[in-house]
């Protein structure tokens, strides 16, 4: 992990000095927007990860975004299930990619005894779904069911239950089916947001819904006048199962609007956890937001780092820069010579069912995500 | 009488009974099917049931908590005594440690053997702590599947409590401290009962807990006086260190009495089909004073046992709770 005080030193510091000079002091002629909080984070951020939304399956959650958005945004849908919202004008447009939906299950097949076999939309660890509640989205409504435990245990079983199925209650294939469930419908565990001590939180799709809120809270705050440029915020699909809608968005604006940056809002998985190794992601949940500046995707460019690192103390914002796994939406943009800069905050036990965040990580990083929207 | 009786029932189940998970609607009575949710809602460690063997004794006119911490009604006098016993507890966690990051470590609570995925069942759950000052939601943490890619695997053995760090929010031992959280602090997984289907309920010893439930619906729809003989009813603790609060009972107040006149719930009965009412049974026996006192087992027809979602159907609940009345009130088994 590097901290902000350090990389400026390091890197690009030349222009750094000139990007400081440009964009700290505030301009004149414009009230200050209230500060975000995490009362507001908190509100916002639960609504969301109480909404499910399985990769392709993100109707829900695009709808709760949507109606978060400041009165001012004009949100258009492209086809493949994004949300769009543009504000200022100018060159360079800068792009933000938080995405909506989250891991999960789809049914693959109904069997002759009603048994829901089941494919996974992600990646995560199955034995965490074993023999827990489930529910079923179907175009009808939610119609509960559970994870089936493994058929037989015996002495020594694995710890990975192998091919999860569900049972919706019913004996034969008919009756699944008229309780409206079909092959294609997503499965999910129920969830809920509950505060933890002082102000951690727990829930299941905090990736990416803090994300998403972040770039929410963004939007609310910033003063669209003050942009001093074209900025394109994208609520994308289907990222946690091959980074699909993002392409889709980079493939259309990469080549006709040719973007400066983008900005991928995703997860920042930490080291910060009592099991794992911490020989790199180490990010301290309470700690700031995080410029994800390697990853199984990307590499953000050092000089971006260093100068928003600087940016970020000059405003007193909490902003560190690691390294972890995973890749992210932003990297789709590279091969049309857009810059992926990685903005996240520390996740724990990410992909699982009892995610722990921050929430004063996720005010840094909506503070980091207006401050570079009117200002960098 | 009867009237009293269900107004106790239906107060305790307006005021006590979380909202139902799913919307389904069962075919059994709403009154005892809200009791099962709540029941299977609560959390009773073993050896630390004290919340509730509090609310079923607030919920059963004339009840009275035993020497062995048992809650215990009688109706009627003389002989025959039948006895119906229902343990309360359920094999849980009591905090074993706190560590200077603030995370709680655990130690199972229960000589039961419970299967090796268990304690698996907790890893990246949701858990509550009773601390003194209420409960509290934590996590039992597990790695992101993300850190694990790019390194060896490691051997595919299933979690166990060793690896079992519960997270708080705290960031130091003096954190856990101030949340009124201390050694000892009983531990389980959060409960929320989970319907589906038409008439199933899914949570952890549902079995149990539902039969608890048909045996205090049984208990308050007998009349105070005119059955034959003396009906007992139970709630037991520590069934999970062996039995011994029911055995209590039996030793105090059902010495050398017939097997079919003690009937003792709460063991899971596999079963493949649910609903068909049928209500499981067969020879048992209990720990007595000298050797061992034959009793028959009733058991609720279970799917899923000893897990998470352990199923049993609402209306076997309410056989179970007919049968049971009959049987308190001297019509046979």
């Known amino acids: ?376 | 009488m009867r009237s009293r009786s269900r107004s106790a029932l239906a107060a305790l189940a307006c005021a006590l009974v979380a909202a139902p998970a799913a919307a389904q609607t069962p075919s059994a009575g709403p009154s005892l099917d809200s009791l099962v949710v709540r029941l299977a809602n609560m959390s009773a460690v073993t050896g630390l049931e004290d919340a509730m063997a509090l609310e079923l004794a607030a919920a059963l006119p004339g009840a009275v908590t035993d020497a062995a911490g048992n809650v215990v009604v009688s109706r009627g006098s003389g002989d025959p005594t039948r006895v119906a016993l229902c343990p309360m507890d359920e094999v849980g966690y009591v905090v074993g440690a706190i560590t200077p990051e603030g995370y709680l470590t655990l130690r199972r609570v229960g000589a039961a053997a419970m299967g090796p995925l268990y304690d698996q069942f907790l890893e990246g759950q949701r858990v509550t702590v009773f601390g003194s000052r209420g409960p509290l939601p934590g996590v039992v943490g597990v790695r992101s599947v993300h850190l694990t890619r790019g390194r060896p695997t490691a051997a595919d053995e299933p979690f166990n409590l060793d690896n079992a760090y519960v997270d708080v929010g705290a960031t130091s031992a003096a954190g856990v401290e101030a949340l009124g959280v201390g050694l000892l602090a009983p531990v389980t997984r959060a409960k929320r009962a989970h319907r589906y289907g038409t008439d199933l309920v899914a949570a952890l010893d549902v079995s149990a807990r539902a039969s608890c439930a048909a045996l205090l619906e049984a208990t308050l729809r007998l009349p105070a006086s005119g059955a034959r003989g003396t009906a007992v009813a139970a709630f037991t603790r520590r069934r999970n260190l062996r039995w011994d609060g029911a055995s209590f009972v039996v030793i105090a107040r059902a010495h050398g009495a017939a097997a079919t006149d003690i009937v003792l719930l709460g063991e899971t009965a596999t079963a493949d089909s649910l609903g068909a009412g049928a209500v499981v049974t067969a020879r048992d026996s209990l720990p007595a004073a000298q050797g061992f006192q034959a009793a028959t087992a009733w058991s609720l027809p279970t799917r899923y046992a000893r897990t998470p979602v352990e199923t049993v159907s609402l209306r076997d609940v309410a056989a179970l709770a007919d049968r049971l009345q009959a049987f308190l009130g001297g019509h046979g088994q």
């Open chain 1, 1 to 376: 992990m590097r901290h902000g005080g350090t990389g400026a030193q390091r890197h690009g510091a030349p222009l750094v000095a000139a990007l400081l000079a440009m964009c700290v002091a505030p301009r004149a002629g414009h009230a200050q927007q209230p500060p975000i909080g995490v009362a507001e984070a908190r509100d916002i951020v639960s609504r969301l990860v109480e909404t499910y939304g399985v990769s392709g399956h993100e109707g829900p959650v695009r709808e709760a975004v949507i109606k978060l958005l400041p009165a001012w945004a004009n949100p258009t849908i492209d086809s493949a299930g994004n949300i769009l919202v543009r504000a200022g004008a100018g060159d360079p447009l800068t792009v933000y990619v938080a995405h909506l939906d989250e891991i999960g299950f789809v049914v693959a097949a109904i069997r002759e005894n009603g048994q829901l076999e089941l494919r996974p939309a992600g990646g995560f660890f199955p034995s965490l779904f074993e023999a827990e509640p489930a529910l079923v989205h179907t175009a009808a409504g939610i119609v509960p069911a559970v994870f089936m435990p493994r058929d037989s245990v015996g002495r020594s079983p694995a710890r990975n239950p192998g091919a999860l199925r569900a049972d919706p209650g019913t004996a034969s294939r008919a009756a699944t089916e008229a309780l409206g469930i079909r092959v294609g419908d997503a499965l999910t565990m129920p969830k809920s947001y509950a505060g933890l001590a002082g102000t951690r939180a727990t829930a299941r799709s905090f990736d990416d819904r803090v994300g998403a809120t972040a770039q929410l809270l963004a939007l609310r705050h910033l003063d669209p006048r003050r942009l001093r440029h074209a900025v394109l915020f994208v609520w994308s699909t289907r990222e946690e199962v091959g980074l699909d809608g993002a392409r889709f968005v980079a493939e259309h604006v990469g080549t006709s609007e040719h973007p400066a940056r983008v900005y991928a809002i995703d997860t920042f998985v930490s080291a910060d956890a009592p099991l794992e190794i911490k020989t790199f992601a180490d990010a301290p949940l309470g700690g700031g937001a995080v410029v994800r500046a390697v990853d199984n995707s990307s590499v953000t460019p050092p000089a971006l780092v260093d100068s928003l690192l600087a940016l970020a103390r000059a405003r007193h914002i909490p902003l560190v820069a690691g390294t972890t796994n995973g890749g992210n939406d932003g990297s789709t943009f590279t091969r049309f010579g857009v810059p992926d800069v990685g903005l996240g905050w520390p996740l724990r036990y990410a992909h699982s069912p009892a995610e722990v965040i921050d929430l004063r990580d996720l005010v840094s990083l909506a503070d980091v995500i207006q401050l570079t929207a009117e200002r960098w």
